[in-house]
């Protein structure tokens, strides 16, 4: 059987994983090649990447240089058949070990085998993943790409809402959801998910983080409305996993050491240990910025060398990692139409995501006169979430209504059932947060006096 010799580097200086699978041993990390001091070398070295042939350049003491750097080259014969010397070695590591035509022609793309492969992959692999919130499922065209989606908004616009919303829902259908922060307490994001959950049971009559977290609501075990929160809190929430990687001591021994290694390290040793233990994970990091800086991630090279190694991550365990992300000040204005070079220390965020969503007042857009506090002070918040990058979708974006107290986003159809009012915009046409139009005719007001007191705790 003809026997093929590596030589020289490919890419980083490693043999591709597809082809280390078929030989383990094979660990070619030097340029040169060995042969028999008595034997001239003879033939051509052909690279597989180009198919330019070269003639082979000797040193002292016949040694073989390779000609083609940072390639991958095969050593041939007189005959342009591979040379089968067994003198032909690795000069590192002296293996005996070889790959042969056959075993590389097997790797084309028009093969049956590979074909195979491919369409089997193809069916055991969803191109998205829902997040359970059907709106957020059109923006992102299908749901969530198995790679890295970043959502991005100012702060206080609701990005770890939306998460934690998807979060909940995800987690209520089977799939296991970690929720991964390096920035907000574990207890005031559990909070946030039992007041989405009881705005599912109790509508508007629903628990605020303010009643859940000062007032404890929870303790209140002969309340029938509790039990009724808690009852589906353990038959539904039982996938959701919290992580507060700052303060979380339980956790930090379950990572059995790997604390003190670093977030990043932690962060790996959570993926694998989730994915290792479940099928159908979904890992969520609040947020990249702090992540970056519990790693010494300065600036926009920092945070890219994170974000790469991150997406290394999501491809090693084949699982999605949605991001959250601040944007630069320069997103701050609120007279501007927020875009993808807003985002802080952009840089490779817009190359490695697969997704990017932006969150941003529908009002910017929609050009309303009205400043961030009056729509902050909104009972249902008009946002405009939309997707300025996908691998699978062309854009699209959608208005959905943030009830703050009930730390929920619904559609604008959901909320014209529940108030009887239309939204319009200042030209009368549907879609604006301000101007709206009650069916009956008589419009309904929302006093400032009147909005819940923990309107500020949203994020």
């Known amino acids: 059987m003809s026997k093929i010799q590596f030589v020289g580097q490919f890419g980083d200086g490693s043999i591709p994983e597809y082809l280390r699978e ?105 191109l998205t993943i829902s997040t359970q919130i059907p709106d957020l499922d059109h923006v992102l065209g299908g749901g969530l790409p198995c790679g890295i989606t970043v959502v991005a908004a100012s702060p206080g616009i609701g990005k770890t809402t939306l998460l934690l919303q998807s979060a909940a829902e995800m987690a209520r259908q089977g799939t296991t959801v970690v929720y991964v922060s390096y920035d907000m307490r574990s207890a005031a994001l559990q909070a946030k998910v039992i007041s989405h959950q009881s705005y599912k049971i109790f509508d508007e009559d629903c628990y605020t983080i303010r009643d859940i977290l000062k007032d404890n609501v929870l303790a209140k ?30 956790f930090k021994d379950y990572l059995n050491g790997y604390s003190s290694l670093g977030g990043l390290t932690q962060l790996q040793k959570i993926i694998e240990v989730y994915c290792q233990s479940f099928d159908d994970v979904v890992i969520m990091i609040d947020s990249l910025q702090q992540l970056a800086i519990s790693e010494h991630c300065t600036g926009k090279e920092g945070v890219d060398r994170l974000l790469a190694q991150i997406k290394v991550l999501s491809g090693m365990y084949n699982v999605p990692i949605c991001l959250v992300s601040t944007l630069a000040r320069s997103g701050y204005t609120k007279d ?45 918040r008009a946002t405009l979430i939309k997707c300025v990058k996908s691998r699978h979708s062309e854009y699209r974006e959608k208005v959905m209504m943030l009830y703050g107290a009930g730390c929920t986003f619904i559609s604008e159809d959901e909320y014209e059932q529940k108030t009887g009012e239309v939204r319009s915009k200042p030209n009368g046409k549907k879609g604006s947060s301000r101007g709206r139009q009650p069916k009956d005719g008589v419009k309904k007001e929302t006093k400032r006096d009147d909005l819940p007191e923990n309107m500020g705790l949203l994020s």
């Open 22 to 126: 078929l030989e383990n041993t094979v660990e070619p990390t030097t340029e040169t090649l060995q042969q028999s001091p008595t034997e001239e070398p003879k033939g051509q070295a052909i690279s597989v990447a180009t198919g330019v042939e070269q003639p082979i350049q000797t040193g002292p003491n016949n040694q073989v240089e390779n000609t083609v750097p940072s390639d991958l080259n095969i050593i041939q014969g007189e005959d342009n058949k591979p040379d089968t010397t067994e003198n032909t070695k690795v000069q590192q590591g002296q293996s005996e070990d070889y790959y042969n035509v056959k075993q590389l022609s097997s790797f084309a793309l028009g093969t049956l085998n590979n074909l195979e492969n491919l369409t089997k992959y193809i069916a055991d692999t969803p």
């Open 221 to 250: 075990s002969d309340d029938d409305k509790v039990r009724e929160l808690r009852k589906t809190l353990v038959s539904e929430q039982g996938k959701l996993h919290i992580r507060d990687l700052v303060v979380d001591d339980d």
């Open 336 to 380: 501007k139409d927020i875009g993808i070079t807003d985002l802080k220390e952009s840089g490779a965020v817009e190359y490695d995501a697969d997704a990017i969503l932006i969150m941003q007042p529908a009002y910017i857009k929609e050009g309303e006169d009205i400043t961030m506090d009056d729509f902050k002070s909104e009972k249902y």
